[in-house]
C-alpha cells in the first residue's frame, strides 16, 4: 500500500480552491475537487452572496509557488451549474467549467461508502482556513448514520472552516467516499448559547442606553455604550473562537447521493 504522501503527491491537482472577492478583499473560500472532468463540492460553497469575483486555484507541486488559478465573474460560475442537492439535504454540486476540463488535472474516482468500515483510515484534502497551500488531515472513520435521509459519515480528523466541499478519500484506495461537509466540537452547543446569550446583552443594553445628553457618564465617556461595546468585542471574540476551535471531529455525506448525477459512474460504484 502507498503512503498517504504518494497518495497526496498522485491526486493533489485534482484538489480545487474555490475562492471568493471583491477587489482586493477576500470573502470565503471553500474547496472543491475534479471528477470526470466535472466540478465537485458543496452546494453551500458554490452559494454566494452578491457579484464576487470568483477564483478557482490548484496546487499542481508541493512547493506553493506552483499553485495555478483561473478567474471568472460569479455569473459565469453560476452559468457552469449541472446539478446538485441544497445544504439541508446531500449538500453537493457539480460543476461544468470548461477552463478546467482543458487542464491536466487529476480526476478522482468515486466509491460507495458501503466499500468502507468503521476503523478505516481515512484522508481530507483542502484549503482550511482559507490559505492558499494544500493541506491534507488523516484520521478515521468513527461512524455512519443517517440523519434526514442523509447517509453521514463521522471523522476522527481535524475538518476547518474552508474545508467544506472537499474529497474525503479512502487511504487504501485513494477513491473519494463522500464530500467534507462540516466540523463538530464537543463545545458547539456551548458556543451557540454563550452567542445566543451575549446577543441578548447587546439587543437589552441598546434599548436601555438614553439619549446621549442624559446618558450617565464617567470622564466624558457613556457608560451605556461602553457596555455596549464591550458585549459586542465579547460576541465577535467568541465567534473566531468557535470558527478556530477544533478538537478532531468532522462530518462528510456519503458521496452516493451524487453517484446517480455524476455521468458514468457504474464502475466507481465498486469498492
Avoid at 67 to 93: H, L, V, W
Avoid at 193 to 215: D, M
Avoid at 264 to 269: L, N
Wanted: charged share 20%.
Amino acid at each position: 500500500m502507498n503512503s498517504i504522501a504518494d497518495l497526496v503527491d498522485k491526486v493533489r491537482s485534482g484538489v480545487i480552491h474555490i475562492e471568493y472577492s471583491d477587489g482586493s478583499v477576500r470573502l470565503g473560500s471553500g474547496t472543491g475537487f475534479m471528477c470526470r472532468n466535472l466540478l465537485v463540492t458543496n452546494n453551500h460553497v458554490y452559494q454566494a452572496h452578491g457579484k464576487p469575483r470568483v477564483t478557482l486555484a490548484w496546487q499542481p507541486q508541493p512547493d506553493p509557488s506552483s499553485r495555478e488559478e483561473i478567474e471568472m465573474s460569479y455569473d459565469q460560475f453560476k452559468s457552469c451549474f449541472i446539478s446538485g442537492s441544497p445544504e439541508n439535504d446531500a449538500d453537493f454540486a457539480i460543476l461544468s467549467v470548461p477552463l478546467l476540463a482543458e487542464r491536466a488535472l487529476y480526476q478522482f474516482q468515486v466509491a460507495s461508502r458501503a466499500s468502507c468500515r468503521i476503523g478505516d483510515e481515512i484522508a481530507l484534502l483542502g484549503f482550511p482556513f482559507e490559505q492558499r497551500h494544500l493541506s491534507c488531515h488523516v484520521g478515521r472513520i468513527s461512524s455512519f448514520y443517517t440523519q434526514n435521509g442523509v447517509e453521514v459519515i463521522q471523522l476522527d480528523a481535524s475538518v476547518n472552516p474552508s474545508n467544506s466541499g472537499g474529497p474525503l478519500l479512502d487511504a487504501a484506495s485513494g477513491r473519494v467516499i463522500g464530500i467534507v461537509t462540516r466540523k463538530g466540537t464537543g463545545l458547539t452547543r456551548a458556543f451557540d448559547e454563550l452567542e445566543r446569550l451575549l446577543t441578548q446583552n447587546i439587543s437589552r443594553i441598546g434599548g436601555l442606553i438614553a439619549p446621549e445628553a442624559a446618558a450617565p457618564r464617567l470622564s466624558g465617556i457613556s457608560l451605556g455604550n461602553t457596555a455596549l461595546d464591550s458585549q459586542t468585542q465579547l460576541l465577535q471574540l467568541a465567534k473566531e473562537i468557535k470558527r478556530s476551535a477544533n478538537v478532531g471531529i468532522g462530518y462528510a455525506f456519503a458521496i452516493d447521493h451524487l453517484l446517480l448525477d455524476l455521468p458514468d459512474t457504474q464502475d466507481d460504484r465498486q469498492p
